[in-house]
């Protein structure tokens, strides 16, 4: 515990010099947390005997990223050509004797999908007006909710949510994520709307629902991750963030958190 809250402590001085003056300082610390993510995803699919491309799929994920982050009115055809891109290796690859051609297709698009496309929505989080502040009450939230959930699941959890996907994941856990996520929401709405630059633009009400989605869905971006290191027979997707285990690992609830957060106050707030 000890070593995951070093950290995360220092990972808050290196990410909020970024988050609050955002451009190419946001994007190479997202960028690496996305890229990073991507390249750990294909070798957990490897350590299984796939084979989804190594260099389109990290690749892909960077150009992608750079392009929502950057270029956003040229991202969507980019990231169709990424996708048609890997189906051509892919056709090679089958004619090269590859009998999973198709299977490692699939493996590949959906790292395009979920970890660049979908992964880019940081970016359009932190692109809103006073976006910065935005993606703190987000990210924040989730970020108490993820914490209450390992506090408390550690202490008193006892009933399974999903125990072949995630043994130690509990509903003493969730409940505890959903209550430590909706208090964040209505506190963090209530300090940067007094204290910050989202003055008069979020009630505690919206603060709440914030809060709330931050607890309850992006669990499940977590549990997609486990099924996938299940599946793999891996336990980390790699050790490169001490006591957090690898990029994937860290990013797996904020992928959902990011999307979810970005609608939400796109939709009823702005």
């Keep these: 515990m000890r070593?995951?809250?070093v950290t995360a402590l220092l990972l808050a001085v290196i990410g909020l010099p970024a988050?609050?003056?955002?451009?190419?300082?946001?994007?190479l610390l997202m960028g690496t947390f996305l890229i990073g993510a991507a390249w750990e995803y294909v070798n957990l699919f490897r350590a299984v005997k796939h084979e989804p491309q190594m260099h389109i799929t990290v690749g892909g994920v960077a150009i992608i990223t750079v392009?929502?982050?950057?270029?956003?009115?040229?991202a969507l055809p980019v990231f169709e050509a990424m996708i048609l891109?890997?189906?051509t290796y892919h056709l090679f690859d089958y004619e090269r004797g590859s009998d999973q051609a198709a299977l490692d297709f699939s493996i590949t698009v959906t790292a395009l999908v979920y970890i660049g496309w979908i992964g880019s929505y940081f970016f359009d989080l932190r692109n809103l007006h006073d976006g910065g502040w935005w993606f703190m009450l987000v990210m924040m939230s989730l970020w108490l909710a993820d914490s209450g959930a390992y506090s408390i699941g550690v202490a008193y959890g006892k009933h399974k949510i999903?125990?072949?996907?995630?043994?130690?994941k509990s509903w003493e856990g969730y409940i505890a994520s959903v209550v430590t996520g909706t208090v964040g929401g209505?506190?963090?709405?209530?300090?940067?709307?007094?204290?910050?630059?989202l003055t008069g633009d979020v009630t505690l009400l919206q603060g709440a629902l914030i809060g709330f989605l931050m607890g309850a869905l992006p669990t499940l971006g977590d549990l997609g991750e486990s099924m996938i290191k299940r599946q793999s027979g891996i336990k980390d997707s790699s050790d490169i963030i001490p006591g957090?285990?690898?990029?994937f690992d860290r990013i797996d609830s904020w992928l959902w958190g990011a999307m979810i957060g970005y609608y939400f106050i796109h939709w009823f707030i702005l």
């Design 186 to 197: 209505v506190f963090f709405a209530y300090a940067f709307s007094t204290y910050g630059g």
């Design 244 to 247: 957090h285990g690898g990029f």
């Design 3 to 5: 070593r995951r809250t």
């Design 162 to 168: 999903a125990p072949r996907l995630s043994p130690k």
């Design 67 to 74: 392009m929502r982050a950057f270029f956003p009115q040229y």
């Design 85 to 87: 891109v890997a189906l």
């Design 19 to 27: 988050i609050i003056f955002g451009g190419i300082l946001y994007y």
